[in-house]
């Protein structure tokens, strides 16, 4: 079962903690969403658990075994795959077949040519193979991330604000794939978005490198002095209730734009 | 006007062919047009080997010739090099160490069809490849050495990663650029310096932005397990259209080859 402990952990690039005495447990087949404002150090947080910043003050243990171990780092590395903000910056090869092969080439894993046509068949970009990777579309270029990843076959997902550069639909689109091809797997999604957190199973909220709550996306997103002291923007449906509750009219509690929709309709 | 160099995207046979065959047909038909240059016929062959490929490509030939025009000054320089550098026994005059003669005119001339020549089928090449195809035909064509303990991948991941980066850099430019200007920044003046100098401000963001994305890059590679120590797989996907087309070039590699043995004997 894959797992995540973070104990205690500090870190600072120089000047003031980015992350001060954070501590969680993450694990089994879930969708975690790590909420939380700009500089509140979430992508600090996801390069730490992948041990690609030194890890000096607390631990974190990746599926029991310890960041901090230099000689274990490459075994983490082999359970994690990251998909980061903007592709452009992470292709590596000039066709699309290697760059989806080079995790597996590092691992020196086994029948990498099946395991290239095998991903790159799940995210439908088999007809895309020889194609120069930054010649794609914006679509085709996150699907070619999750190809990437999808060929270390991970235990753990790390999504840093992934798909952001993509339109309402495309990411919905993206988010659906990841679901799709990992479910059996730990997702972690770093967000800045309540709305995007919506459909996960457990937000971690961040402020200042702080945990301010952890819970349920219903417990964290539909608390509005919880999100606006993280300077999080609640979600569209919490918005528009606490609109409603400013003009004195009152609804349940809802966190869904379908929920809202359902409340609205039966307000008459 | 048509840029040479620039990729022209198309799904053309020599656009649809593997990047090490192509490199490979390539490599020959610049050796058969060394080999054919000098000789009258040489030069007839060798433009209707070019009009054919740039047929083939479904790549317009004129443009890339107009395009020619820029470089007039470096074709000048040739003929003028070459046409009075040439030995010559009835020479229309001699003085110091030039000798101006109709040998050398013709050798001039002949340098610099020559020139135009090998400029429009590396224009071609480049034509119907991106430079990280060409980068990965390269690639996988000198892999061999990597048994002789040079850094093949290693040098070519640099290069194809650097230019894939150029693209991505030249569009942050132009952002800044407009950034810039639509703040109020005005382009310098004619002077070289003035020029020179409103650059600057747009340099510096340029540089943090390639520093930010290396950043990112090396982040990703790690990520992804990077260990430069690992010999990379290669992949030839050598097909009936690449059997044909090195087929073809070596046709045309030997009939260059038997040209230049019939001019021989000719003269």
């Not at chain 2, 894939?164 to 004619?190: D, H, M, Q």
Request: aromatic share 8%.
């Amino acid at each position: 079962m894959p797992s995540i402990v973070v104990d205690n952990i500090s870190f600072s690039y120089g000047r003031g903690d980015v992350l001060s005495s954070l501590s969680f447990r993450a694990e089994g087949s879930c969708h975690i969403s790590i909420l939380g404002s700009n500089g509140s150090g979430k992508s600090t947080l996801v390069r730490l658990i992948d041990g690609l910043l030194p890890l000096r003050r607390g631990d974190i243990l990746v599926n029991g075994i310890s960041v901090k171990d230099e000689k274990s780092i490459r075994e983490i590395r082999e359970s994690i795959a990251i998909i980061f903000q903007d592709p452009d910056s992470q292709f590596v090869s000039p066709v699309l077949e290697e760059d989806t092969a080079f995790g597996p080439e590092n691992y020196e894993m086994e029948n990498i040519d099946q395991i290239v046509s095998r991903s790159l068949s799940a995210v439908s970009l088999s007809d895309f193979r020889k194609r120069v990777p930054q010649t794609l579309s914006g679509g085709e270029k996150e699907r070619a991330q999750i190809a990437g990843a999808l060929a270390v076959n991970p235990d753990i997902v790390l999504l840093d604000e992934s798909f952001s550069m993509l339109d309402d639909d495309g990411r919905k689109e993206m988010d659906a794939l990841v679901g799709d091809i990992w479910k059996e797997r730990l997702i972690i999604s770093i967000t800045h978005s309540a709305d995007q957190a919506i459909n996960s199973d457990r937000v971690i909220l961040l402020s200042g490198g702080k945990l301010i709550a952890d819970g349920s996306p219903r417990e964290v997103l539909c608390s509005v002095s919880l999100l606006r002291k993280a300077d999080v923007r609640p979600p569209f449906a919490v918005r528009v209730r606490e609109s409603l509750k400013e003009r004195g009219i009152s609804i349940p509690p809802v966190l869904t734009t379908g929920e809202l929709k359902e409340v609205l309709w039966n307000f008459r | 006007m048509e840029l040479i160099g620039a990729y022209k995207p198309g799904t053309s046979p020599l656009h649809r062919m593997d990047n090490t065959a192509r490199i490979v047909s390539f490599s020959m038909l610049f050796a058969a047009f060394l080999i054919a240059s000098g000789s009258i016929l040489g030069y007839v062959f060798s433009v209707a080997v070019l009009l054919v490929l740039y047929r083939t490509g479904s790549i317009p030939i004129r443009p890339v010739l107009h395009s020619m025009k820029r470089f007039r000054m470096f074709f000048i320089t040739i003929f003028l090099m070459n046409a009075f550098f040439q030995p010559s026994e009835n020479p229309f005059f001699s003085w110091w160490i030039l000798t101006f003669s109709i040998d050398g005119i013709m050798f001039g001339l002949r340098m610099v069809l020559s020139v135009i020549l090998l400029t429009s089928l590396a224009a071609l090449l480049t034509a119907v490849a991106t430079p990280l195809e060409i980068t990965d035909g390269l690639r996988t064509l000198l892999h061999p050495l990597s048994f002789l303990h040079i850094p093949v991948d290693q040098a070519s991941s640099i290069i194809s990663i650097a230019i894939s980066f150029i693209p991505v850099l030249a569009a942050e430019g132009e952002n800044i650029t407009l950034s810039a200007l639509s703040r109020g920044a005005f382009p310098g003046g004619r002077k070289l310096k003035d020029k020179a100098m409103s650059l600057i401000p747009l340099t510096v963001p340029l540089f943090l932005s390639a520093f930010r994305r290396a950043d990112e890059l090396s982040f990703a590679m790690e990520a992804r397990g990077y260990n430069g120590s690992i010999k990379r797989r290669v992949k030839l996907s050598f097909g009936l259209n690449e059997a044909v087309s090195v087929f073809i070039s070596l046709s045309i590699l030997i009939a260059a080859i038997l040209l230049k043995g019939v001019s021989i004997v000719g003269s």
